[in-house]
């Protein structure tokens, strides 16, 4: 165990765990004590984290970078890399989550970050919260051995106080339309950043089941959308596509207007989220016209 090392730019003292044993123990004993993927965020470094004294890097704890496959999901440790979890091919996780996975970043920094990162980051929604929401993902959080939370995605909103996200379980399911897209810049992430998923099963020419997420500074599913999908016998109609696009752009204006209660976001930056997020729904669902 190493308790000594500072990051001198801001007098941070800098704590190393080899197990998860190890983390429990500082976990326990440090006040305060902040916890990283690999900080390619730099979260660490803004303004709102200013105070913190200790921090963490999970990165190099083994026992979170376990990944097992079964049969209906698939566990990640939160501590994988966004590499190590793109070795597993298109075959093992699912295509919008592999798709994702492989938008961000460069090599290098895809060696280093964590998924676990990707999810817990504040400031905004990152590329793999938008599939990991469509496909329903499981978050395991720790707080010691014997006290552990599972929170479904879509209730996350940040890390509960004094635990750490330990697992990521991903429902493996037959989807037969999967859609990733990134907005804004390739591999890297600025105030127009947005991803967008679509899934859909369809079965007999009849939708079974859909998931539609969009994610960036406003993230939602709204799933009285999705629930005027289901049991729809295909081809759409044009009639119910424009329905489906004018609904979704209310759903999208109540999502805004939650949004801005405690946010700011540009008029601008948000005119042309939404004008590109209603232009990937149609997009997908000429899938089903
Ligand atoms: C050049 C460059 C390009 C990038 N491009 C992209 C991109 O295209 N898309 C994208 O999404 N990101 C991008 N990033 C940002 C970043 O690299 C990724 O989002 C990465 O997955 C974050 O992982 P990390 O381990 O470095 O997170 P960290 O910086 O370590 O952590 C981020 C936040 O999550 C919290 N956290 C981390 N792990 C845990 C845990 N186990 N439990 C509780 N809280 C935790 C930290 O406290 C922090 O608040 C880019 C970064 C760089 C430098």
Redesign the pocket.
């Known amino acids: 165990m190493e308790k000594d090392k500072l990051d001198f730019e801001k007098n941070i003292q800098v704590i190393s765990a080899q197990n998860l044993e190890e983390l429990f123990y500082f976990q326990k004993s440090v006040r305060d004590l902040?916890?990283?993927?690999?900080?390619?965020?730099?979260?660490?470094l803004s303004n709102s984290h200013k105070g913190i004294k200790s921090i963490l890097?999970?990165?190099t704890i083994t026992d979170?970078c376990q990944i097992e496959k079964k049969e209906r999901y698939i566990d990640i440790g939160?501590?994988s890399s966004?590499a190590q979890i793109l070795e597993l091919g298109e075959k093992i996780i699912p295509k919008v989550f592999y798709d994702a996975l492989k938008?961000?970043?460069?090599p290098f920094?895809k060696n280093?970050?964590?998924?676990?990162?990707?999810?817990?980051?504040?400031k905004k929604r990152?590329?793999?919260f938008s599939p990991l929401l469509a496909l329903e993902a499981g978050l395991e959080?720790k707080a010691s051995a014997s006290d552990t939370l599972y929170i479904p995605i879509s209730k996350f909103h940040e890390?509960p106080k004094g635990?750490?996200?330990?697992k990521i379980r991903i429902p493996i399911e037959d989807w037969d339309i999967s859609i990733f897209k990134?907005l804004g810049p390739q591999?890297?992430?600025n105030a127009f950043?947005a991803f967008f998923t679509f899934l859909a099963q369809i079965e007999k020419a009849v939708v079974v089941d859909v998931r539609i997420a969009f994610c960036g500074n406003i993230s939602f599913r709204h799933k009285e959308l999705e629930n005027k999908l289901l049991g729809i016998r295909l081809p759409l109609s044009s009639k119910f596509k424009n329905e489906l696009i004018l609904e979704a752009e209310k759903l999208y204006d109540l999502s805004f207007e939650e949004y801005q209660e405690n946010n700011t976001i540009s008029k601008t930056t948000d005119a042309l989220l939404k004008q590109q997020y209603l232009n990937l729904l149609s997009f997908s669902l000429d899938y089903l016209s």
């Open positions: 902040y916890i990283v993927g690999a900080g390619t965020t730099k979260e660490h890097f999970t990165r979170l939160s501590a966004l938008s961000i970043a460069n920094i280093l970050a964590t998924i676990g990162g990707n999810i817990c980051y504040t990152l590329t793999l959080f890390v635990y750490f996200l330990s990134k591999e890297t992430i950043s």
